[in-house]
Nanobody, 122 residues
């Protein structure tokens, strides 16, 4: 399994931006779809977006479309989540996860990072 480590979380004011990074180990990184998920206190883990192992394919949950962008650098084995126009409701622990096939379901992912906290103050 691939090992994942998130970074880049922090405290930001509403309307601000953050970029999260998900660094992966392993030489087969380009074969993985990487998903971003988030979990707020008292809520279930939810899908944010994903970047497919198929070049050029990304998909997002409706609440972040137009504000969040996922990209990947296979040479650096890193996936990025650029978050703009942040809202208080984006506050959560953000996780990246990897699997060989595309999925929005967190239960389909076996490899997870430890998470990074994003707090948006209103």
């Amino acid at each position: 399994q691939v090992q994942l480590v998130e970074s880049g979380g922090g405290l930001v004011q509403a309307g601000g931006s953050l970029r999260l990074a998900c660094a992966a180990s392993g030489r087969t990184f380009s074969l993985y779809t990487v998903g971003w998920f988030r979990q707020a206190p008292g809520k279930e883990r939810e899908f944010v977006g994903a970047i497919s192992r198929i070049p050029g394919i990304t998909y997002y949950t409706d609440s972040v479309k137009g504000r969040f962008t996922i990209s990947r650098d296979n040479a650096k084995t890193t996936v990025y989540l650029q978050m703009n126009s942040l809202k208080a409701e984006d506050t959560a622990v953000y996780y990246c996860a990897a699997r060989f096939q595309d999925s929005r379901n967190p239960n389909d992912y076996a490899s997870w990072g430890q998470g990074t906290q994003v707090t948006v103050s209103s």
